[in-house]
């Protein structure tokens, strides 16, 4: 292994000594490491590459700007969608403290409901008990319509004369001739 001595001015060494700490390696591994690494990277480094590089870091560039444009829209979109989860859960605390009265409303509603239901059972058994009476009561006024017509035909074929001394003094006697 061959030894290279180079002159460093007292910045440059300065920073040297102050990676060489950091790395924790002596400093000719740190200096041969060095010169390993920018042998290796030469070729990106020299030449047309270097029109190359600079074309797609500024591609990277707009693509870093396009997407930290989208990142804030997102942003702004989150922040949004935010105030809207709170309004919403607003709303919906409103809504749930209206849902009690509204179902104490309903709960009485249906118990009334229930009640008129049964009302309305019991009165149509009462109205088919009326009718079932007035029913019965118009067969017995037939009834006795026709026992009034049979009398009544009876009673005229029995046509009891009046006596004489009753038609004499009320003048019957010209009804009976």
Request: negative net charge.
């Amino acid at each position: 292994m061959q030894r290279v001595h180079v002159p460093f001015d007292g910045p440059t060494m300065a920073q040297i000594d102050l990676e060489v700490e950091k790395s924790g390696v002596s400093r000719a591994q740190w200096l041969s490491s060095a010169v390993a690494q920018y042998l290796a990277h030469r070729d990106a480094l020299d030449g047309p590459d270097l029109a190359n590089l600079a074309h797609d870091l500024e591609q990277q560039k707009i693509e870093y700007e396009k997407l930290w444009r989208e990142n804030q829209q997102l942003k702004r979109d989150i922040t949004a969608a935010k105030k809207s989860e709170e309004t919403a859960c607003s709303d919906m605390g409103q809504l749930t403290g209206q849902l009690g009265p509204l179902k104490d409303q309903l709960a009485a509603t249906t118990a009334e409901l229930e009640t008129s239901r049964i009302d309305m059972d019991l009165l149509k058994k009462d109205l088919a008990h009326a009718v079932d009476t007035i029913k019965s009561r118009d067969q017995q006024i037939a009834f006795y319509e026709a026992q009034i017509a049979n009398l009544v035909q009876s009673l005229g074929q029995l046509a009891i004369k009046p006596g004489q001394e009753e038609v004499k003094a009320k003048h019957w006697y010209q009804f009976w001739k």
